[in-house]
């Protein structure tokens, strides 16, 4: 892991993936986790694949990393106490992600209350100026 | 001139049921996650068996919410993808001997989805439905529900909305 971009709060970027099955299923590296922002990497799977026909990743694996990552966000806010659980989550699909390029989600929490986190994220392939998807959510502020 | 009679039940079975395994084999992502189909005539429930591979929080033990997400929207763009082909099957327009792959339909792009979680998912099989709420020309829009051991205490929903693939002389 790297350390200087991270938060090294309670939990290390490794053991926090590690916590998670289905992400680590996915093979997503959490590659910045700190103030209330995430970055996390999935890279290209033929696996992970929607459409046969075009070989475009599946809706439901983006779904997956912006979900991840914007509970990355939201648990490494300052204001954040621990755990923490989506209550909804709303992503749109802005054009197809280029088959073989990894994509990368970035993740900001922009407002946090006692029990409220809410986070927007992007998600890239590697044409940065054109998102793939955005994504806008509500999660649990856990605990106190 | 007499009436042609009934097909034998088992041939429409069998028509019905290799254009649905078409369709859903085609998918590369709903055999990594586990989901299947079942098919009561047109009616269709997806059943994402529960795996290690879909936890989000082991400690609880939970379901991923990304995981939850995507088995609603499989069974979203699968469910509004059966509505038309079930149509083109049953009205002769499409022979499913000819759904194989490079001959399968085009898929419905996702424009948007909305993912509402209720409660959190158990370490167990879950089942969803999708309802097709409105199907144009271009767009549809369609509600799903997931649930576990009571149907009527779903544990997500989601509504999507989707762009309809072009259709053949369309």
Known sequence: MDKDETTGRDMTTQQFMGMLPHARALGMRLTLQGGGKARIEMDYDARFVGDPETGVIHGGAISALMDTCCGAAAMSHPAATGRTATIDLRIDYMRPATPGQTIRAEAECYHITRSVAFVRARAMDDDADLPVATATGAFTVEGT | ?170
């Open chain 2, 1 to 170: 001139m007499p009436r042609p009679g009934p097909e034998p039940v088992q041939v429409v079975k069998q028509r019905r049921d290799a254009a649905l395994k078409a369709l859903v084999d085609g998918v590369p992502y709903i055999a990594f996650l586990g989901v299947e189909f079942d098919r009561r005539g047109d009616e269709l429930t997806a059943l994402m068996r529960y795996d290690e591979k879909l936890i989000g929080n082991p400690l609880l033990p939970a379901l991923h919410g990304g995981a939850t997400a995507a088995f609603l929207e499989i069974t979203a763009i699968i469910g509004l993808s059966w509505s038309m082909l079930w149509e083109e099957i049953e009205s002769g327009r499409r022979d499913p001997e000819t759904l194989t792959r490079g001959h399968l339909p085009r898929l419905p792009k996702t424009i948007d989805f909305t993912v509402d979680y209720l409660r959190s998912g158990l370490p167990r099989d879950a089942y969803a439905r999708a309802q097709v709420n409105r199907s144009g020309r271009r767009y549809a829009s369609v509600h799903v529900e997931a649930w576990q051991d009571n149907r009527a205490r779903p544990f997500a929903q989601a509504t999507g909305h989707f762009l309809m693939p072009r259709r053949d002389g369309g």
